[in-house]
């Protein structure tokens, strides 16, 4: 299977912190590779190396999406943000409701015609209902508050390798690392031991990788995710290019060894790659992986990402290609320790 195949059917997987398709997908998909285990709602597993010295690899697998907070009469439903949700979007979206068995439904829609002066402004999704179909019995007997609520968006390949669907955020880093496993268990023998951490409730705080990383103790860790492309409604100098490489982060709150290796290593191979300047905190799962335990020296590097949380997300299979060959780089190289032949 190649990274076209697994971005499809991990896209289209229902992923919202609660429910566990995704988890169900990225297990068996990672499973020729590297055998996954369920520790607190995220999925982590190991190839072991020559040295105990360990590198970790992270990438958030939930997806925004919402949550049923109650129902109305005539199967309305009303729900919440389940994570950083654009309301701008909602107006005759598809969803899927996760309740007793799955319900189809979308976002009701005033049309056009019958707005009045003042109505164009966006309301807020507590003010917006899923229209169910159903009788107020039947959606009752089928939802209850608390139950999940997922976009329903097939994945769908564009020209060239240009990739379009929900959840590529961060879907496309958990295929990265895919990749990534897929080249490392190939190796008969690994410098370091290799930790993949698909981390849940990134989406929601970054709580799974904070855990999880405490939990692990790696040695030290690089984190994967997306980050803004290049479009013409966005400022250029604050995204990357899409087919440019894996976007390098460079933060006072990274590690500068990390991201200086990650750097050679792509000029080395001649892949390329783009930098990724921020001056302060990522936003992303390297923020809280660095503060794990007494501290763990984390690098960041992220795949350029158009339409970022919506249902058409579209990113290029170059870039994840990319990304996942540099981390197999890194791990080949040794990591930080690799330079000095302390694994």
């Known amino acids: 299977m190649e990274i076209k195949e697994w971005l499809m059917e991990l896209s289209a997987a229902a992923g919202v912190s609660g429910l566990t398709g995704a988890l169900d997908m990225a297990e068996r998909l990672f499973a020729p590779f590297c055998p996954m285990v369920r520790e607190s709602g995220s999925l982590i597993g190991k190839l072991q190396g020559a040295s105990d010295y360990t590198i970790l690899f992270d990438a958030h697998i939930d997806e925004i999406g ?21 309301v701008r979007t909602l107006a005759a979206q598809p969803v899927t409701i996760w309740g007793r068995e799955p319900v189809e439904g979308l976002f009701a829609s005033t049309p056009p015609h019958l707005q009045t002066a003042g109505e164009n402004k966006v309301p807020d999704i507590a003010q917006q209902l899923v229209d169910t179909g159903l009788s107020a019995e039947r959606a009752a007997a089928l939802i209850r508050p608390g139950d999940r609520v997922t976009f329903r968006q097939e994945p769908a390949a564009l020209l060239n390798d240009y990739v379009t669907g929900k959840s590529l955020d961060n879907r496309a ?81 990274l590690s500068g060894p990390v ?4 750097t050679r290593l792509a000029e080395k191979s001649g892949r390329p790659w783009q930098p990724e300047v921020m001056g302060g905190e990522t936003s992303t799962n390297a923020d809280v992986i660095a503060l794990s335990g007494a501290g763990t020296p984390c690098g960041l590097v992220s795949i350029p990402l158009r339409s970022m949380h919506t249902t058409a997300e579209v990113i290029r299979l170059c870039d994840v290609e990319n990304v996942g060959r540099l981390l197999a780089d890194y791990a080949l190289a040794g990591g930080l320790k690799g330079d000095d032949g302390a694994c």
Do not use: W
Not at 246 to 251: E, K, Q
Not at 259 to 262: A, H, V
């Open 66 to 86: 919402m949550i049923v907070t109650g129902l109305e009469e005539g199967g309305f439903v009303r729900v919440s943000k389940a994570g950083g949700v654009d």
């Open 173 to 253: 880093g958990v295929a990265a690392l895919l990749e990534a496993a897929r080249i490392l268990s190939s190796e008969k023998v690994l410098p370091c031991s290799v930790t993949f951490l698909l981390s849940d409730q990134e989406e929601l705080g970054c709580r799974g990788a904070q855990t999880a990383a405490f939990a692990q103790r790696p040695d030290e860790a690089v984190a994967v995710d997306v980050s803004f492309g290049d479009s013409p409604s966005v400022p250029a100098h604050k995204t990357g290019k899409l087919g440019g490489g894996g976007m390098i982060g460079i933060s006072p709150v």
């Open 259 to 262: 991201t200086e290796k990650l």
